[in-house]
């Protein structure tokens, strides 16, 4: 699990493909890896890797042909730039809000425009993502804790204030720029809860309007 607050912007400095799969190395820039093992976790643009060698300067990680079908990491070149996260402990300041480092779609950036000091970006997330991103409500892009400002239909609009945009890759983010998207958790339980039986059911089309008028949620 994460906290979706970046520590260090990393450098992916080697990729080799291996039979569908994937492995690459990361030079880690000021993350500190006195306390990380083989076996633990980093969010590295959002996305959990396992470390499977410590060469030093940074971290290898092994990625699947599903996480490579299903985030921007089939995208990355050598020399990208990417968000680094450790995973949290039981002393980590919850700052942003719960991780888990497994992307639920890409998003694209729709347009950027300067506001005050500030960035202001609009992006849109797939369909199938829509109904979980809210007003006031929190999204994890590329691993970063973000709060909605503003959503219409599959579009939402984020206000970045210059500190992220220096501790962070969004700096780098132009009209067209793929990301990693990862939902609220707690939206997904919810959604879940409240089918109730219904959750056993294989055919289950998941949370529609029609369930939530039939069960009291929602008046037409």
């Not at 990380?36 to 980093?42: F, N």
């Not at 959002?46 to 079908?69: I, K, M, Q």
Request: aromatic share 6%.
């Amino acid at each position: 699990m994460f906290t979706g607050i970046i520590e260090a912007v990393g450098q992916i400095t080697e990729l080799k493909p291996q039979g569908g799969d994937l492995r690459l190395r990361v030079k880690s820039g000021k993350l500190d890896l006195s306390d990380v093992q083989l076996g633990d976790s980093i969010a590295t643009n959002g996305v959990c890797l396992t470390v499977v060698d410590l060469p030093g300067d940074g971290y290898w990680a092994d990625v699947s042909g599903e996480t490579l079908a299903v985030t921007t990491v089939g995208d990355w070149k050598q020399g990208g730039l990417v968000n680094l996260e450790k995973a949290l402990t039981p002393q980590t300041r919850l700052g942003g809000h719960i991780v888990s480092g497994h992307v639920d779609g890409i998003g694209v950036v729709v347009w950027r425009k300067r506001e005050a000091r500030a960035e202001r970006f609009r992006l849109r997330a797939p369909d199938e993502l829509a109904k979980y991103i809210a007003h006031k409500g929190s999204i994890t892009v590329d691993g970063t804790s973000l709060t909605v400002n503003a959503v219409e239909g599959t579009e939402f609009e984020l206000t970045i204030v210059p500190h992220t945009l220096q501790e962070t890759i969004m700096g780098g983010y132009q009209a067209g720029t793929r990301v990693n998207l990862e939902v609220d958790l707690i939206a997904r339980y919810l959604e879940r809860l409240l089918l109730g039986d219904k959750a056993a059911e294989p055919q289950s089309e998941g949370m529609t309007v029609e369930f939530l008028a039939q069960h009291g949620f929602y008046k037409p």
